[in-house]
């Protein structure tokens, strides 16, 4: 796969973008072991990000929140 490379004022500008779900699907937080990834839109619709969550097996406890722009290039992670 291609590398994407994106500029600190690229990231900047799509991690201050406003976001909406891409369905109106309800998602449950993930249980111990589990992920979710969550699909969302710039309102244009010209950008796409995945929201990731995912909870720790052991240690029930730990979460990961991440969110990713144009599918691979971690924008922002958030480890509990």
Do not use: Y
């Amino acid at each position: 796969m291609a590398e994407i490379k994106l500029t600190q004022a690229e990231a900047d500008a799509l991690i201050a973008m406003e976001k909406h779900r891409v369905t109106n699907d309800r998602h449950d937080f993930p249980m111990h072991g589990e992920s979710l990834t969550v699909p969302l839109q710039s309102p244009d619709k010209r950008e796409h990000f995945l929201l990731d969550l995912s909870r720790g097996s052991i240690d029930l406890k730990k979460v990961k929140m991440q969110n990713r722009g144009r599918q691979v290039v971690v924008l922002v992670r958030l480890d509990l």
